[in-house]
């Protein structure tokens, strides 16, 4: 082991839940990771080109890194991310990576930290600390590496012993990637997830022309109510055609609304030919999700539903680089009577599987937990995004797990863009889970066998029943 990663990193210090920790850590840890839902790109898979330097794989997508670099007044473009009006950024990868390297230090304690000492010392064994005097080791270490046949991205693929993968993408992309990886005859099972917001979100830049463009590709009618609801059935048998079993909502808020046909109509030409007012969109989004559950309950589609974060809230930023630029902050998101029109009508339904998550815990004790506790159709999902971290795992049991059970729960997801992070993050979350579940046992609340069984479910069996995986 190296000096980088610890064998013990994450366990509790007393020593009798340590061991147990170690016990129940060592009969799940090579478990197949299984990651439902993901920004990671299909192109790497279909195409299973190398990735070309160590900033581009490391660096460059993830604004996990670069939004804390950006923090300390570090520019975007010497961090060689794209602008959307073509104007020139750093192009040499090795001043991008020292650049980063010599600002490691900001990284001190937050999860990040973690994930990247993991891949660097799992998958390309540093054993010293990366710094501005390490930098060109770990550069030349990790390019060398990156050259050779098993960096390729399938071949990290069946390293990370990765059972299924989901992607995220648009109603209108034609997953041409997804096909490709079809006729690639390789066996990486790589799926898709419906993720509509282009085409549902009045405040989505370009919706008027994404509802043209969603007719276009559908052959529905889109100037209508119920043509854009046949195009969203359409495009959603398209992604199951590729393996989707899943559909994600990433909406300002959790509110949800119930409307008569006539006032959704009505809705729909308002927002189709614009302009509308906030509390019109909302509410147009707010239908939109109890649509989406009642297509759920007929397709079979798991719906994710993600709230709760203010996209895009550096304005300066987004007219500079676009969307996903680290910038996301999340909000006060309420729920019992935000999700109140759709449970009324589909929360009763067993064979609907609605997963909520959340950026504002403060809802899990109070709103989140006793909601999943009690319908059929609700499940938890995993800390998410600023909360995917040791403390906010932690948390999350802590607040949810007395109310709602672990069996509404739906494991781990990783969320991620970052390849290399993903068996980090879910290593992560085995050893929180373990460290956890080993201090129910040291207190006599369930026994060691117990646990050992809630370990193999929160790492592997929760998450594909939940996701029909």
Known sequence: MTALIHPDRLFPADPDTRAVARRLYAAIKDLPIVSPHGHTDPRWYAENRPFSDPSSMFVVPDHYIFRMLYSQGIALEDLGIRRKDGAPVESDPRAIWRRFASHYHLFRGTPTRSWLDHAFATLFDLDVRLSSTTADLYYDRIA??????AYLPRALFERFNIEVIATTESPLDPLASHEAI?????????????RPD????PDFEGFRDNLVAFGTLTGSDTTTWEGYLDAHMKRRAFFKSYGATSSDHGHPTAATADLARGDAEALYEKVRSGPVSAAEAELFRAQMLTEMARMSLEDGLVMQIHPGSMRNHNPHLFAQFGRDMGADIPTGTEYV???KPLLDRFGNEPGLTIILFTLDETAYSRELAPLAGHYPALRLGP???FFD???????????AMETAGFYNTVGFNDDTRAFPSIPARHDVARRVDCGMLAGLVTDHRIGEDEAAELAH???YRLVKQAYKL
Not at 144 to 149: F, G, N
Not at 185 to 192: A, D, E, F, L, Y
Not at 198 to 201: A, E, G, L, T
């Open 389 to 399: 971290s040791v403390e906010g795992m932690k948390r999350f049991r802590e607040q």
């Open 198 to 201: 282009p085409v549902v979100d």
């Open 144 to 149: 060398e590496r990156l050259a050779t046949p």
């Open 457 to 459: 479910d929160l790492t």
């Open 182 to 194: 079809r006729k690639s005859g390789w066996t990486g099972r790589v799926v898709t997830a419906y």
């Open 337 to 339: 009577r935000a999700l």
């Open 383 to 385: 800390p998410w995004w």
